[in-house]
């Protein structure tokens, strides 16, 4: 069964540090590119970060550009998303998905609050 | 960056009904557009992908028309079970963006 799970989420304080993790299953995850897609509560999708099926490519929303890094360790077959800087504008669901957009994890919720 | 404007916001239908959704984009961007479902708890779902094609599994109910900045979501009979809110996405450039979202509700 194709898969993706996240974890790492959490309570954080403003200006805090956290890394995220979705581990995938039942695909040959080094073939796919992978993106991070958050959902603050109560309103629609954003796009956050994509990385290309090696890891030499990352592009990222301006709102996290320089605060977040994406990675990938294909031999773990897993992404990581490594949230420096929180701000309470982060809170937020979030998922991973593969480079389609067609798998989606269940969501890892993040809340940045003092 | 694209923008994409999805209307309508929020739609009251009842089970039958056929329902439009449109996403317009700022800029062009070919067919390089996807919708998904999501209902309340749940990952999104993706139902067309390529602005027209059919994901796998997903009721010929819906169809996707479109290209370069004006698309449709179009689901010819509602079912109880379509009641959920609907995303565009285009994928064109970076940065990717999605619709502000459209409720479908009875």
């Known amino acids: 069964e194709v898969q993706l799970v996240e974890s790492g989420g959490g309570l954080v304080k403003p200006g805090g540090s956290l890394r995220l993790s979705c581990a995938a299953s039942g695909f040959t995850f080094s073939n796919y590119g992978m993106n991070w897609v958050r959902q603050a509560p109560g309103t629609g999708l954003e796009w956050v970060s994509s990385i290309n099926s090696h890891g030499t490519y990352k592009d990222y929303a301006d709102s996290v550009r320089g605060r977040f890094t994406s990675s990938r360790d294909n031999a773990k077959n897993s992404l990581y998303l490594q949230m420096n800087s929180l701000r309470a504008e982060d809170t937020a669901l979030y998922y991973c998905?593969?480079?389609?957009?067609?798998?989606w994890g269940q969501g890892t919720m993040v809340t940045v609050s003092s | 960056d694209i923008q994409m404007t999805q209307s309508p916001s929020s739609l009251s239908a009842s089970v039958g009904d056929r329902v439009t959704i449109t996403c317009r984009a700022s800029q062009g961007v070919s067919v390089d557009l996807r919708w998904y479902q999501q209902k309340p708890g749940k990952a999104p779902k993706r139902l067309i992908y390529a602005a027209s094609s059919l994901q796998i599994g997903v009721p010929s109910r819906f169809s996707g028309s479109g290209s370069g900045t004006e698309f449709t979501l179009t689901i010819s009979s509602l079912q109880p079970e379509d009641f959920a809110t609907y995303y565009c996405l285009q994928h064109n450039s970076y940065p990717y963006t999605f619709g502000q979202g459209t409720k479908l509700e009875i």
């Open positions: 998905a593969t480079g389609g957009f067609d798998i």
